[in-house]
């Protein structure tokens, strides 16, 4: 089955103990992408990449990191969690006919 | 600036009626269109996509219009379904960008 994977989907950390949150797409896409979803801003991007190795950042892409070893994962990393992270985060891959994107079901992340 | 807006963020509807979300855009250079699903606790879903060289696109029960000269597009769906109730989102890309730019989101209630 076609499907992007998150890991982990529910995560409740406190400020400043780094984490990573996995991503991996089997459907061989080029292009893959982080939104957060807050309440009243809707989706935001932050950070994507257009193949391995290569990354940029999105809209709001202070305080994560990401990288892109292989095609089929693109973790993200938080080095340094703070509240205002406390969001909805969503993966997706595209392959890279026009912004059609596959989302991930997503990882509810708590910073305290 | 927000590029990609929707105006209202609550919808609620009579089973069997239309269901019309509204979403404009201030970027003249978009010429692709998507609309996304999302229900509770997954990701959001590809519901239907309008390229810039049309102005109508129909999937059933539901409908996608573009207005280029307004800058405005908009979700018909008819008839409403209580299984249609969820936070639907607009989202528009530039030819030769893979970056899609989302809108608030409109939560729909279908009411039995």
């Known amino acids: 089955e076609a499907q992007v994977t998150q890991n982990p989907r529910y995560l409740i950390t406190v400020t400043g103990k780094k984490l990573t949150v996995t991503c991996s797409q089997n459907m061989n896409h080029e292009y893959m992408s982080w939104y957060r979803q807050d309440p009243g801003l809707g989706l935001r991007q932050i950070y994507y990449?257009?193949?391995?190795?290569?990354?940029d950042k999105g809209d709001v892409p202070e305080g994560y990191k990401v990288s892109r070893k292989e095609k089929r994962n693109f973790p993200l990393i938080l080095e340094s969690p703070s509240p205002n992270q406390t969001s909805l985060y969503f993966c997706?891959?595209?392959?890279?006919?026009?912004?059609?994107?596959?989302f991930g079901p997503g990882t509810r992340l708590t910073v305290l | 600036d927000q590029q990609v807006k929707q105006n209202s963020p609550s919808l609620s509807v009579q089973e069997g009626r239309i269901s019309i979300l509204n979403c404009d855009y201030t970027?003249?250079?978009?010429?692709?269109f998507l609309w996304y699903k999302k229900y509770p606790a997954e990701g959001p879903t590809f519901l239907i996509s309008?390229?810039?060289?049309?102005d109508k696109n129909e999937d059933g029960r539901f409908t996608v219009f573009l207005n280029k000269s307004a800058k405005h597009l908009s979700l018909h769906i008819v008839p409403s379904q209580p299984g249609d109730s969820a936070v639907y989102f607009c989202?528009?890309?530039?030819?030769?960008?893979?970056?899609?730019?989302f809108g608030k989101g409109t939560k729909l209630t279908v009411n039995p």
């Open positions: 970027n003249s250079m978009f010429d692709y």
């Open positions: 989202a528009a890309s530039s030819s030769g960008s893979e970056k899609l730019v």
């Open positions: 309008i390229s810039s060289i049309k």
């Open positions: 990449s257009m193949n391995v190795e290569v990354t």
């Open positions: 997706a891959s595209s392959p890279g006919s026009g912004g059609f994107l596959f």
